[in-house]
């Protein structure tokens, strides 16, 4: 039987394949003004084997169904030209006191999306961890230092952006 110390440094751990119903709200696409501050920290691995981050803000990630999320980058970043290649990331964030860590199997969409090349990943597995003794309180979070309402609507427009290139992946199938 645990002690109540041990109990205490226990791993609350869940595996998904796709997302839990309050992650699929989060990605939704929907009232990014009350999302503005969430980040999700995406690691790829370049041509040279070295992981590389991007941080992505609520208005560069939407999730049209339960098991895709789909990414809108600029081309010419790091990543872009990472998942290109290898057709793989990882995407990490914090929510509700878990370190979510989720395994994607990326393609990318072809469609006018606004100068953004844009991804539509599978989910190939997520895991969210908790501790009973620390509880995570954030994880990347930032604050638009101005031009808020501008970044807002960009966020928008990239959301719209990926909404069509899902739309027009779907019809090509």
């Known amino acids: 039987m645990p002690t ?13 394949d796709e997302w839990p119903v309050e992650l699929r709200a989060l990605f939704d696409g929907s009232a990014l003004e009350s999302k503005i501050g969430f980040t999700a920290s995406l690691l790829t691995v370049d041509e040279s084997s070295a992981v590389r ?10 999730a049209p169904d339960s098991r895709t999320l789909c990414i809108g980058l600029w081309p010419q970043s790091r990543a872009a030209r990472a998942i290109a290649r290898s057709g793989r990331a990882t995407l990490t964030f914090v929510v509700d006191e878990a370190f979510y860590q989720v395994q994607l199997a990326l393609v990318p969409l ?23 003794y620390a509880r995570l309180t954030s994880g990347i979070t930032f604050d638009l230092a101005e031009g808020k309402d501008a970044v807002l609507e960009r966020w928008i427009q990239q959301i719209e952006y990926l909404k069509k290139a899902v739309g027009g992946a779907a019809a090509g199938r």
Do not use: K
């Open 4 to 16: 109540s110390t041990e109990q205490n440094h226990s791993l609350d751990q869940q595996v998904f």
């Open 110 to 132: 072809n469609a006018d999306a606004g100068g953004l090349a844009c991804f539509a990943g599978t989910i190939d597995s997520g895991e969210a961890q908790r501790v009973q």
């Open 53 to 62: 981050t991007s941080l992505l803000g609520i208005g560069e990630m939407y």
